[in-house]
């Protein structure tokens, strides 16, 4: 007698985290429903990461880099972040070129890099 996997859908804890897909192009209409996923998942999860699968989004433009922002601050509201699942090239060009970086599925968390400045701080300066 052999045992196999038990029906229904597999175990899902706090370590593993929310996917939500995205397919085809982002309307701007839809970023407001997008954003409430975004919470929901994080607050009935209780994950901290919630994965967006972008491989259906198509050729990007500024509505899918201004979804995925929004996205991202509404995640952060609530205490978590978003890692993009297969990004295209063409979407990770245009996040640069606009400032922005996201996590990636398959690829370690990344700080920013110190700026390694160093501030001199004078007598009688006012506290900012």
Do not use: N, W, Y
């Not at 997008?34 to 901290?48: F, I, M, Q």
């Not at 990461?49 to 899918?64: E, K």
């Amino acid at each position: 007698m052999s045992s196999g996997r038990p029906p229904g859908l597999p175990h899902v804890d706090a370590k593993t985290p929310a996917v939500l897909v995205l397919p085809g192009p982002v309307a701007r209409d839809e970023v407001p429903r997008l954003c409430e996923a975004v919470r929901a998942r994080l607050e009935h999860t209780g994950a901290r990461v919630v994965v967006c699968d972008v491989a259906g989004l198509g050729p990007p433009g500024l509505t899918t880099v201004d979804a995925l922002a929004r996205m991202q601050l509404a995640a952060r509201r609530a205490g978590g972040r978003i890692r993009l699942r297969a990004p295209d090239p063409a979407l990770r060009a245009l996040l640069a070129l606009v400032g922005l970086r996201f996590e990636t599925e398959g690829q370690p968390e990344q700080r920013e890099p110190p700026l390694r400045v160093e501030e001199a701080v004078e007598p009688g300066d006012a506290p900012l």
